[in-house]
């Protein structure tokens, strides 16, 4: 038995990308950047930055597509995969990614979340100044390479 899971709060260092499989499923890319302060051999702190791919589905997609934009800080759980293929060439290619179960809008209307402009009936939950959005992803999304449009 095992765990995967990933709990990230960072924010977005680029616009989300929205792209549909052939049968016409959402899928959003999100470029998320955590940042942390470190002390370095001389004694003064910098900030290390790491990015993430975060892979969202379904109507969480088309929400993220809608809602989210570059700067906006979020909440992400999800789990860890790591897709393989070959390019054209034959070289084998690995990517990480983040898979999103939760999403979590961080701020309130000042940066950038205008509640009002939510239509009701696909507006996240609100919980003060968060909107959050939870999908059960269910058992593993697994798509074979021509669904994958990217």
Aim: hydrophobic share 30%; net charge negative; proline share 5%.
């Amino acid at each position: 038995m095992g765990i995967n899971k990933v709990i990230l709060v960072g924010n977005l260092g680029a616009n989300p990308e929205l792209r549909y499989t052939p049968s016409q499923y959402p899928i959003c890319t999100l470029r998320l950047a955590t940042t942390e302060k470190r002390k370095g051999q001389d004694g003064t702190y910098a900030d290390q930055t790491e990015w993430h791919s975060v892979v969202v589905f379904g109507k969480q997609a088309e929400n993220c597509n809608q809602y989210l934009q570059k700067g906006r800080q979020i909440y992400v759980e999800g789990r860890i995969q790591t897709r393989k293929w070959q390019d054209k060439e034959g070289k084998d290619r690995y990517k990480t990614e983040i898979l999103a179960s939760t999403i979590q809008f961080l701020g309130g209307k000042s940066e950038g979340l205008n509640v009002e402009k939510i239509p009701a009936d696909d507006a996240p939950a609100m919980n003060g100044n968060h909107a959050t959005m939870n999908v059960d992803l269910g058992e593993p999304v697994s798509f074979n390479d021509d669904d994958i449009p990217f």
